[in-house]
Structures are given as C-alpha cells and as structure tokens.
C-alpha cells in the first residue's frame, strides 16, 4: 500500500494523484486464481462498493449513492472518487489489480469519502482490511453469482451515455445492459454496440428533470 502518489497511471494513460497519507492507494495481487483479468476487477469493485458503504450510517441514503461507472470508476453521489486498473502476465498466472480511492483527500473535481461517511475515525489501513475481507467473500462467487452483483452496483446501465472508443470513435445512446464477458451493451438509432474498452460519460437525460 503507497502513502502518497504523484505519478500514479489510470486508464488510457491518465495520472492519478494523493497527498500523502490521505488516500488508499494499493495494487492487489491475485495469484493462480480461477478468474481471469476482467472477474477479478469485477471481484475488487464489488467489494470496493460494498467496503465503502460499511463506513456509512445503513439507516441513511447515502450508501446506496456508492456506485460504479462502468467499466472501473468508483462514483459518490455520481462523482467519481476511485478508480482501478488491472494488469496481467500473458498467461495471467498472476493478476495486479491496482485501486485508488479517495478518502481524505480529492482535486476539485473528484469527491472524497469523508465527505460522506458516517464513520468519521477511520485510515486508509481500516478500509483496505475492509475491503479484503469483502473480497475473500466475492471470490467464492461462481460466475452468474459475480456478474449479478456486479450489475446491481452499477450506475451506468440504464442511462444515456456517450462512449470515446480507444480509435477515436464517439458512440452516444443508452447503456442497455452488460454481457456475462463484462462488455456494456449501447443502444443508439436501432443499432447496438458492444463496447469492450471505451471512455464513458454519464449525460443528463431529459427523463430525469
């Protein structure tokens, strides 16, 4: 686990930083596991989700607004406040998913889960340990058990969304639902789009005002 990062890499090459002490910054290793790269970024935000909303009173609603942005942002209130990134060797004898979340600390534009939480007295260590045992918990989920429960924390299925594609491609239409591979599937003008890598924005939809 860092204490601080400065130069820390996101998707699509993106710099991820924290101040010292403030965040919980630490890449998880997953060694001869069952899963492959994509179960087990989904067996870490899973648990993510659900290590977060343990810091929360249950009573109130602010945990139910700890969601995901597909495919790995970690969103408060629709504002991302983590993230992950997951490598691999080519026969994926070990997996390194790495995970960035805010906690006491955020630029501008991001949240912070301090801001939120009601359990004010907590350290980067106390939601990694957390999060551990949440994820000795997902692990044992069979496939159709993890997609599920994936798909239940989830905020972008459902909304209108606008997707850059690594070529360059802008796809715009509505997030329909995710294949058991973890590709999101998009509607738009009668065509449906299977999204494998992409960077997706929530957009406001004029059903919602």
């Known amino acids: ?51 977060c909303r343990i810091f929360f009173d249950e009573t109130e609603k602010n945990s139910a607004s700890v969601k995901l942005k597909w495919p790995n942002d970690l969103l408060l209130n629709e504002k991302k406040f983590g993230g992950m990134l997951s490598v691999a060797d080519p026969e994926q004898t070990f997996i390194v998913v790495g995970i960035g979340i805010n906690i006491a600390w955020a630029p501008d534009y991001a949240a912070k889960l301090k801001d939120f939480a009601t359990v004010k007295s907590f350290s980067p260590a ?67 789009h299977l999204i494998d890598t992409g960077d997706v924005v929530h957009l406001r939809d004029a059903n919602d005002e």
């Open 1 to 51: 686990m860092a204490d601080n990062q400065t130069a820390g890499r996101g998707r699509l090459d993106r710099t991820w930083e924290a101040k010292s002490g403030a965040n919980l910054l630490v890449s998880l290793l997953f060694r001869n596991s069952n899963c492959d790269v994509s179960m087990c970024q989904r067996v870490v935000a899973v648990s993510a989700v659900r290590a």
């Open 126 to 192: 106390d939601l990694l340990n957390v999060m551990i045992e949440q994820i000795d918990i997902s692990e044992k989920y069979s496939k159709d058990r993890l997609h599920d429960e994936y798909v239940s924390v989830l905020s972008t299925l459902g909304k209108l969304v606008r997707v850059e594609l690594t070529n360059g491609k802008i796809v715009t239409g509505r997030a329909a639902s995710l294949e058991p591979n973890g590709r999101l599937v998009v509607e738009a003008e009668n065509e449906r």
